[in-house]
T-cell receptor, first 116, second 113 residues
């Protein structure tokens, strides 16, 4: 149980284009989902917390107009990187919290984004 | 300033030995602490959670301790195997609210046969 999927697993795009990443909880309902980014050999940095049916809460320094988050249902959250630039290249990971077990986050496999 | 420090970037041990990883934190008061395993190019996988009022937790070959006075958690893998080779992350939870979780940079463990 507690499986979280992400799609796509890898994406290469040109500078200036937008990229959408999907995060799904497959066998549980997730009232809260989280988006992280991770640079090589560095820790996961929380970008935003998204609650189903409401606006996402962004961490300090994360541009909400650049990283659009939509949590439309209890099993799906999307992150759209708008007008991507090479410095946005990173490993993006989502996680979901099972409403029954509030403390543990279950992570997706991650999406590797490369902006040329 | 607030910090989460994991003892070393990399730890190499021989198969069969016990691996001990350290997580120290400053200027945080977590309600709980979690350990995750992360393999290259993959998302973290939850291993263990320990709450602030618990001293020790065990799960199979894994043991976690939590000392809120020292502001430290130790993560032990007994009878280590090459398959245990991965990066291990500690995460502090409930720091600002129940949703909040802050991660350390991780320790890359290599178990040699």
């Amino acid at each position: 149980g507690a499986v979280v999927s992400q799609h796509p697993s890898r994406v290469i795009c040109k500078s200036g284009t937008s990229v959408k990443i999907e995060c799904r909880s497959l066998d549980f309902q997730a009232t809260t989902m989280f988006w992280y980014r991770q640079f090589p050999k560095q820790s996961l940095m929380l970008m935003a917390t998204s609650n189903e049916g409401s606006k996402a809460t962004y961490e300090q320094g994360v541009e909400k107009d650049k990283f659009l988050i939509n949590h439309a249902s209890l099993t799906l959250s999307t992150l759209t990187v708008t007008s991507a630039h090479p410095e946005d290249s990173s490993f993006y990971i989502c996680s979901a919290r099972d409403w029954r077990y509030q403390e543990t986050q279950y992570f997706g496999p991650g999406t590797r984004l490369l902006v040329l | 300033s607030q910090k989460i420090e994991q003892n070393s970037e990399a730890l190499n041990i021989q198969e069969g030995k016990t691996a001990t990883l350290t997580c120290n934190y400053t200027n945080y008061s977590p309600a709980y602490l979690q350990w995750y395993r992360q393999d290259p190019g993959r998302g973290p996988v939850f291993l263990l959670l320990i709450r602030e009022n618990e001293k020790e937790k065990r799960k199979e070959r894994l043991k976690v301790t939590f000392d809120t006075t020292l502001k430290q958690s130790l993560f032990h893998i007994t009878a280590s195997q090459p398959a245990d080779s991965a990066t291990y992350l500690c995460a502090l939870g409930g720091v600002y609210n129940n949703n909040d979780m802050r991660f350390g940079a991780g320790t890359r463990l290599t178990v040699k046969p």
